[in-house]
Nanobody, 124 residues
Framework: QVQLVESGGGLVQAGGSLRLSCAAS????????MGWFRQAPGKEREFVSA????????SYADSVKGRFTISRDNAKNTVYLQMNSLKPEDTAVYYC?????????????????WGKGTLVTVSS
């Protein structure tokens, strides 16, 4: 059974940076893809970024492209989300998720396991 634990959230001023981490346990980490999603107050959960099992393929939402970078360290069972040039509209709870399917997906409905989330607040 896979468990995911996010960390690294916090309060940052607009234009600042944060790095989120998601530590996984319970299954060979390199056997599944990973994604980051976020949910702002009063809004639906939305896709942020995803990375394939090997890390060779990545995908980003248009709203974060060029500002966020996803990466993974399979030796450390951890996926990261480097967030630069943060904007107030990036404020949300950020969730990491594991995708056990062979295909590479960016849809929340395809994710199999979710972490509990970490709050990112960007002040203007």
């Amino acid at each position: 059974q896979v468990q995911l634990v996010e960390s690294g959230g916090g309060l940052v001023q607009a234009g600042g940076s944060l790095r989120l981490s998601c530590a996984a346990s319970g299954r060979t980490f390199s056997s599944y893809a990973m994604g980051w999603f976020r949910q702002a107050p009063g809004k639906e959960r939305e896709f942020v970024s995803a990375i394939s099992r090997s890390g060779g393929t990545t995908s980003y939402a248009d709203s974060v492209k060029g500002r966020f970078t996803i990466s993974r360290d399979n030796a450390k069972n951890t996926v990261y989300l480097q967030m630069n040039s943060l904007k107030p509209e990036d404020t949300a709870v950020y969730y990491c998720a594991a995708d056990f399917s062979p295909a590479f997906s960016t849809r929340a409905s395809d994710m199999d396991v979710w972490g509990k989330g970490t709050l990112v607040t960007v002040s203007s």
